[in-house]
C-alpha cells in the first residue's frame, strides 16, 4: 500500500435493521472504540451478542465468567454472551507439565535481558497449543451463535481484540525507557525488536491482533454461508491504526506515532481484510485516529495529534458547535495560558524538523530515535505542565468527541464499505461531528 485510502464523505447507508444481529468478538471493558458501534447498532435495533476472554484462576488457567461476571459483562454490554472463553494469543499456553512463554521470560532482568535466548522450537509448540485452544473455542462460540442468527438476517461481526505484552516485570522497565525515556533513559526500540524477548512480544502481537480476525472469518464460514444462501448479508469490521491525516501547516497531511511496536501486526491485520476481500468476504479494518486511554498512557506523545482535531471542527464547517469546543476546552488550561497558545506549540512540533523525518508511510513503522524521544516526549510533559489538573485534559475531551465520531462512521460504511482497509482521518471525523450536531 502506497498512501493511505481515506474516507472522505459521511456514508448513509445502513442495511441493518431489528432482527438482525450484531457479534463484538472481543469483551468490552471500560470505554473504547467498541462502544461507537455498539450503540449505532442497538439505535438500528440490532440484536447485541458478545463473547469473553474469560478469567485466570489462581494458576493461571483460563476459566469462563461466573453467574455474577456474566450477569455484570452482559449488563455492562446490552445484550448476551457467549460465556465460552476467547483468551486470544499464547503467553500463556504449554503442552502439560511444561513451561509457558510467560514462566521462561520471568527469569529476565533489565541488565540480561537483551542477551537472553529462548528455545523457539518450545515457543513453536506453545503457539501451536495456543492456536488450537483459540480455534477450538471459536467453534464452541460459533456452534452457538448459530442457533441465534435467524434464517435471512444480516450479521456484523465487530473485532477488536489488539494486544498481546506477555506479563512480565522486565517488560515495564524496559518499555517507560523505550516510550517514555529521555536523555539518559532513552532507550532504543530496535534493541527490543532484535531481542529474542522482542521477536516473541511481535509473535504474540500478530496472534492477538491479526490472525483472531482470521480465525473469526474462517471459524464463521457455516454462518455466513447459511446467510447469504437466505438473503441475508455478512459483513466484517477490525480496528487498524497506520497513522492518521491531521492538519499540519494548514493541510491534512499523515503524521503517525513512532515507536507503534504494533505496527506490523495492525498491517498483518490489515492483510487478512485484503485476502478475505479478495474471496469475495467483505471484510474492512479501519485505520482510526490516536486517542487517549489507559492503555495508551503509556506511550508518551501518542496524543500530540489529537489537538489538530479542534481546527479541524473549524475547517469542516462547525460553526457555534465547534466553537462550543474549544469553549469547553479553555478552562482546564492554566491561568494566563490560551489555547491558541497550545495549539501554536503543537504546530511547531508537527512541522520540525525531526518529525518531518517520521511522516514516511512507506517506512512505517520506524524505529524511534533520541532526537524524537526528546521532542515528543519533551513536548508531551510542557502540553501535561499548561494544564490546570494532569487528570482533567483537553485531548480527553477530543478523545471522547473522536469515539464519537468513529462509530456512526464506521457503522453505516460497512453496510457498503469502500473497499479492505480505510482511513478516518480529522477530516472526515470533523464532518461527521458537525453533522451529528449541526442537524
Known sequence: MNAPISLREIPRTNIFRKGDVFVLFGELFGRGYANGLINEAKKSGMTIIGITVGRRDENNALRALTSEELTE??????GRIINVPLMAG????????????????????LKSWQEDKLDWAHI???REVGVKRFKDSVALVMSELDRMIPDGANAFFAHTMAGGIPKVKVFLAIA????KGRGERFMSSRALLDSDLGKLILMNFDEVTANTFQYLIDGSAAIRARLDATGGKVRYTAYGYHGTEILIDGKYQWQTYSNYTQGRAKMRLENVAQAAWANGVVATVYNCPEI?????DIFAGVELSLFPLLEALKRENGGAWAEQQWQACRPLLQEGITLEALLQKIEDYNTSSVMKEFRNFAAWPMDNSEALADLMIGTSDEIIQMHVDRRELVVGVLSALVLEGTGPLMFY?????????????HDIIAKQLNAMHNA
Open 73 to 78: 459483562a452482559e449488563a455492562n454490554l446490552g
Open 90 to 109: 499464547f503467553d500463556l499456553d504449554a503442552p502439560a507439565g511444561e513451561p509457558t512463554p510467560t514462566e521462561l521470560l520471568a527469569g529476565m532482568t
Open 124 to 126: 513453536e509448540k506453545c
Open 176 to 179: 517507560n525507557r523505550i516510550y
Open 292 to 296: 487517549r486511554t489507559n492503555s495508551s
Open 413 to 425: 460504511e460497512t453496510s457498503n464499505p469502500a473497499g479492505p482497509v480505510l482511513w478516518l482521518n
